[in-house]
C-alpha cells in the first residue's frame, strides 16, 4: 500500500470544525491510494462516500449518517483489518459526535483506531485526527483523565507532521489546556493556555476573536491558581478585543463582567465584584429584557455578594427577584428554584427568621428529593440545614429525626464511594 502525506486539515480562522468536517481528510487518503485489487462492494461503498461527502458539505448531517451507514453495510465486507473499513467507522463515528450521539460514536472511534493504528501506524495524521475527535468526546463527557494523554499524544503527531505553530497544534493546547483546568492542574493548564494565546497571536492577529476567547480561558486557570490580579488582567483583555469588533456581542460582553465578578468575590474584594456584576446587569437588561432566567442567575450572584458584605435585606430582594424568574421561566419545581429557596431560607435563619425559613428548606428538599432521588449530597446539606432551622424554631424533636436522617444517609453516601488508593 502506498502511503501518502495528509495534508493538514482546513480550519476557518475563529471557529473550531466539527468533527465530521475533520474526519473527511481520511477519505482523500483512501479513495486517491492507487493500485488497489478491486473488492467486493467497492463502487457501492465509494457511491455511498461520495454521497455522505455531499450531504456533509451540504451541512445535511442526517442524511450524511444515512449514507455513511450505508457505506459501513458495505465495508464490512472487506477484510477485517482493511483502512477503508477503518476510515469509515471514523467518519461516522464524527457525524455521530457532531449529532451528540456520543454513546453511538465512542464505541465506532475505538474500533476505528484499533484498524487504523495496525494499517496506517500510530503516528499517522489520520490516527491523530481520529484520536483528538475521541479525546474531544471525552471531555465533553466529564472524563478529563481520558481525554488527556490523547490529546498529548495527538499533539505530538501533530507536532511533527505540520509544525509546532500549525493550527493543529494551536487546537491540541487549547483543548488540553481546558482538560487540565476541569483537573484542577493550573500551573499546566496556564502554560498550555498561554502557548496558545502566543501562537492564535502571531497566526491570526492581536485583536481576533479567537485570541479573546483564549486570553477568557487563560483567565480561568490563572484564577484557579489564584493569581487573581492576572485573572483580571486577562479577562479586560479579552474584554477590550469584543469591545472593538464591528459588532460587539453584548451577552459576550456581560459574561466577561460577571465573571471578572466571581474573580474579585474569590479575592475577597466584594465592592469591586458589585460594580462588576452591575455592568453585566445593565447588558443583561438591555439586551435579553429582566426576566430573562441569565439575569435570575446574576441576581443570585448578586445577592451573594451582598449576603458576604452583611447587606442582608438587599440580598434578600436579590434572591427574591431571581426566584420570581426562575418560577416564571422553569417552572415551580426545578432545581435552580430549589437552590434560591435554600438561599432565601438560609438567609432568613441568619436573620432570626425561622418561621419565614421553615417552608422554604421544606419547598426546597422537597424539589431536591424529587429531581435527584433518597441519597445525594445536596439532600444530605439540605436536610441539616432544614433540621438546624427546626431546632432554632423550638422543633427538637422533628429537628433530631431530620439530623438522623442526614446522618444515615451520609453513611450510605460514604459507603457508595470507591476506596481512594493505597487505603
Known amino acids: 500500500m502506498v502511503t501518502r502525506p495528509t495534508p493538514e486539515p482546513a480550519y476557518g480562522r475563529y471557529r473550531r470544525p466539527a468533527p465530521a468536517v475533520i474526519a473527511l481528510a481520511a477519505f482523500a487518503l483512501v479513495l486517491l491510494v492507487p493500485g488497489r485489487p478491486a473488492s467486493a462492494g467497492e463502487e457501492e461503498w465509494k457511491g455511498y462516500i ?132 476541569r483537573l484542577g492542574r493550573a500551573d499546566e493548564a496556564k502554560a498550555r493556555l498561554k502557548r496558545a494565546l502566543d501562537l492564535s497571536v502571531k497566526r491570526s492577529g492581536p485583536t481576533s476573536a479567537e485570541v479573546a476567547e483564549l486570553s477568557e480561558e487563560l483567565a480561568k486557570a490563572h484564577a484557579l491558581a489564584k493569581d487573581y490580579p492576572a485573572s483580571l488582567q486577562s479577562y479586560m483583555r479579552a474584554i477590550m478585543i469584543v469591545e472593538r469588533q464591528a459588532q460587539p456581542d453584548p451577552m459576550v460582553l456581560a459574561r466577561l463582567y460577571a465573571a471578572m465578578g466571581i474573580v474579585n468575590i474569590e479575592a475577597g474584594n466584594l465592592d469591586d465584584a458589585l460594580v462588576l456584576y452591575g455592568q453585566a446587569q445593565e447588558l443583561i437588561k438591555a439586551t435579553m429584557g429582566d426576566q430573562h432566567i441569565t439575569h435570575a442567575r446574576l441576581l443570585k450572584a448578586i445577592g451573594a455578594a451582598r449576603e458576604a458584605k452583611g447587606e442582608l435585606e438587599l440580598a434578600q430582594q436579590s434572591y427574591a427577584q431571581a426566584l420570581a424568574i426562575e418560577e416564571k421561566t422553569l417552572g415551580q419545581d426545578h432545581l435552580d428554584v430549589g ?27 422537597a424539589i431536591a428529593q424529587a429531581k435527584l432521588g433518597p441519597d445525594h449530597e445536596l439532600i444530605v446539606v439540605l436536610t441539616t440545614s432544614y433540621a438546624r432551622a427546626l431546632d432554632e424554631a423550638g422543633q427538637k424533636a422533628k429537628s433530631d429525626e431530620l439530623l438522623q436522617q442526614a446522618q444515615a444517609m451520609r453513611r450510605r453516601l460514604d459507603a457508595q464511594r470507591p476506596a481512594e488508593p493505597g487505603r
Not at 71 to 92: C, H, I, M, W, Y
Not at 93 to 118: K, N, S
Not at 342 to 364: K, M, W
Request: charged content about 25%; some cysteine; hydrophobic content about 40%.
Open 339 to 365: 437552590s434560591t429557596l435554600s438561599a432565601l431560607a438560609d438567609l432568613d435563619v441568619a436573620r432570626e427568621q425561622y418561621q419565614q425559613a421553615l417552608p422554604r428548606f421544606e419547598r426546597a428538599l
Open 50 to 181: 461520495q454521497a455522505g461527502a455531499q450531504a456533509i458539505q451540504d451541512r445535511n448531517m442526517d442524511e450524511a449518517k444515512r449514507q455513511f451507514t450505508l457505506a459501513l453495510t458495505e465495508a464490512e465486507k472487506f477484510p477485517p483489518n482493511d483502512v477503508r473499513l477503518g476510515a469509515t467507522l471514523s467518519q461516522l463515528a464524527a457525524i455521530h459526535a457532531t449529532l451528540r450521539e456520543v454513546d453511538r460514536a465512542e464505541p465506532m472511534y475505538l474500533r476505528a483506531l484499533e484498524i487504523l493504528r495496525a494499517t496506517r501506524g500510530p503516528t499517522d495524521p489520520t490516527v491523530a485526527n481520529a484520536e483528538f475527535n475521541l479525546a474531544q468526546i471525552y471531555a465533553g463527557t466529564g472524563r478529563f483523565a481520558d481525554a488527556l494523554p490523547l490529546y498529548d499524544r495527538v499533539m505530538a503527531v501533530y507536532t511533527s507532521a505540520y509544525g509546532e505553530e500549525s493550527e493543529s497544534v494551536l487546537r491540541c493546547l487549547r483543548s488540553s489546556g481546558l482538560c487540565l483546568v
